[in-house]
T-cell receptor, first 120, second 115 residues
């Protein structure tokens, strides 16, 4: 079963408007971390924001905020005041507290991504 | 944030050949990871590169196909061996600082095309 689900293959938003990108996750761990990344057409992965499972406040980083609803197991990314440069793929990822060795407990599991297009 | 230099940024290779991708970090990091992103797909972890020991591979990936070196805490290489067109992907290295596990940074990626 998928551990990270992004149900929106593509999203469109008008410049200067806000947009929410959905992410739900599945884990039985109590301790885990949720990440959002932006991947422009160049291919690099740009770290945007992090939310820990024990964090009581929703994470915010500039125009990015994470709407963390633990009971629903959702971690939606909200981008305020969209800009043309925000057009890219966005990936939600989870790090679980696995019991592996050799550092594998820090590995990330990614969703399939959402392609965001910002229209002028 | 960590500065990660990955090279080459892209390459076109003949089938049957091998390509070694380098990942250099500007500071010592405990954990380095190698991911693959096939065209139009999400990222999949290939292996975790450990300094001073063998890499830990994920299910579906083997050392003979993807040998990894980690000679020190700032450098790692991934080799894609005996390439076929199915290996055409973006390969990315990622680092996590153990004391700052709220961040996981990626290199610029290597866009590999096998013809």
């Amino acid at each position: 079963a998928q551990k990270i689900t992004q149900t929106q293959p593509g999203m469109f938003v008008q410049e200067k408007e806000a947009v929410t990108l959905d992410c739900t996750y599945d884990t039985s761990d109590q301790s885990y971390g949720l990440f959002w990344y932006k991947q422009p057409s160049s291919g690099e992965m740009i770290f945007l924001i992090y939310q820990g499972s024990y964090d009581e406040q929703n994470a915010t980083e500039g125009r990015y905020s994470l709407n963390f609803q633990k009971a629903r197991k959702s971690a939606n990314l909200v981008i305020s005041a969209s800009q043309l440069g925000d057009s890219a793929m966005y990936f939600c990822a989870m790090r679980e507290a696995t019991r592996g060795s050799g550092g594998s407990n820090y590995k990330l599991t990614f969703g399939k991504g959402t392609l965001l297009t910002v229209n002028p | 944030s960590a500065v990660i230099s990955q090279k080459p940024s892209r390459d076109i290779c003949q089938r049957g050949t091998s390509l070694t991708i380098q990942c250099q970090v500007d500071s010592q990091v405990t954990m380095m990871f190698w991911y693959r992103q096939q065209p139009g797909q999400s990222l999949t972890l290939i292996a975790t590169a450990n300094q001073g020991s063998e890499a830990t591979y994920e299910s579906g990936f083997v050392i003979d196909k993807f040998p990894i070196s980690r000679p020190n805490l700032t450098f790692s290489t991934l080799t894609v061996s005996n390439m076929s067109p199915e290996d055409s992907s973006i390969y990315l290295c990622s680092v996590v600082r153990q004391q700052m596990n709220t961040e996981a940074f990626f290199g610029q990626g290597t866009r590999l095309t096998v013809v």
